[in-house]
């Protein structure tokens, strides 16, 4: 059974940084499209970040430059670093399966605030 | 990038009715080599996150209720649901994967009439 796991959220100040993890099960991260996809309270989805199989990653305009994606084979195990973190990233962060995602995990909250 | 509209914002429909949510890209998602539309449509009710009901623009996913169906081509798609049932009311998302950076449309809100 395919299972994605997300952590690492939680309350941050502004210019802060975060690691996401999302734990995969069921199947091997490494050779899947993997993304974060985030929503803010009340709003829409966003995609944020994709990596494909051999690696090439992409971002959102949004993130570009701040946030990083990221994987470990050995523990199929997807992240997102997020550096100089902005109230306006205050979302909910799902990680999902494929370019249409047809698996996501539960999300992780992250919050910035002072 | 590839920006998604959805239409309308919001509908409501009597238990039983056809629920038509559209969903338009700035540029084609249909890619002529392999004939495919890279168009998805997705279901989110409150607390929970998003479930794939469609794909290809019409293929639908596994377990998925045959009373949702997915239709049209190029820039302009649609999202049916033949006979809404109260479990149905939901936000409904559009999204594209055709560019490598994938987009979202904004959202349709539906709730029993």
């Known amino acids: 059974e395919v299972q994605l796991v997300e952590s690492g959220g939680g309350l941050i100040q502004p210019g802060g940084s975060l690691r996401l993890s999302c734990a995969a099960s069921g199947f091997t991260v490494s050779n899947n499209y993997m993304s974060w996809v985030r929503q803010a309270p009340g709003k829409g989805l966003e995609w944020v970040s994709v990596?494909?199989?051999?690696?090439?990653?992409y971002y959102a305009d949004s993130v570009k430059g701040r946030f990083t994606i990221s994987r470990d084979n050995s523990n199929n195990t997807l992240y997102l670093q997020m550096n100089s973190l902005r109230a306006e990233d205050t979302a909910v962060y799902y990680c999902?399966?494929?370019?249409?995602?047809?698996?996501w995990g539960r999300g992780t909250l992250v919050t910035v605030s002072s | 990038d590839i920006v998604m509209t959805q239409s309308p914002d919001s509908l409501a429909v009597s238990l039983g009715e056809r629920a038509t949510i559209n969903c338009k890209s700035s540029q084609s998602v249909l890619y002529s080599s392999n004939n495919k539309n890279y168009l998805a449509w997705y279901q989110q009710k409150p607390g929970q996150p998003p479930k794939l009901l469609i794909y290809w623009a019409s293929t639908r996913e596994s377990g998925v209720p045959d009373r949702f169906s997915g239709s049209g081509s190029g820039t302009d798609f649609t999202l049916t649901i033949s006979s809404l049932q109260a479990e149905d009311v939901a936000v409904y998302y559009c999204q594209q994967y055709y560019s490598t950076l994938l987009t979202f449309g904004p959202g349709t809100k539906v709730d029993i009439k």
């Open positions: 999902a399966r494929l370019l249409y995602f047809d698996y």
């Open positions: 990596i494909y199989s051999d690696g090439r990653t």
